[in-house]
């Protein structure tokens, strides 16, 4: 149930930061909004990186166990 649940926090940290983008990119926001947007941006790149960085070490773990794995 963890790993869905990890998976899923992925997901929609990855779909907010998208629209966080295209809000950004769509330039009808204020300075104050584009940095509250580019601050809220920052933080969720923060989270999906650290998500990817555990999803590599399980892989490289698993790897590790069968030696005839291929990376």
């Known amino acids: ?15 907010s930061l998208q629209a ?8 009808d926001l204020s300075l104050e909004e584009s940095l509250s947007a580019f601050e809220q941006g920052v933080t969720l790149t923060r989270e999906c990186q650290q998500a990817l960085t ?8 698993l790897l590790d166990q069968d030696p005839n794995a291929e990376p």
């Open 1 to 15: 149930m963890a790993r869905k649940k990890t998976a899923a926090d992925f997901e929609q940290s990855l779909g």
């Open 54 to 61: 555990r999803a590599e070490q399980k892989v490289r773990i």
């Open 20 to 27: 966080l983008v295209e809000r950004l990119e769509s330039a």
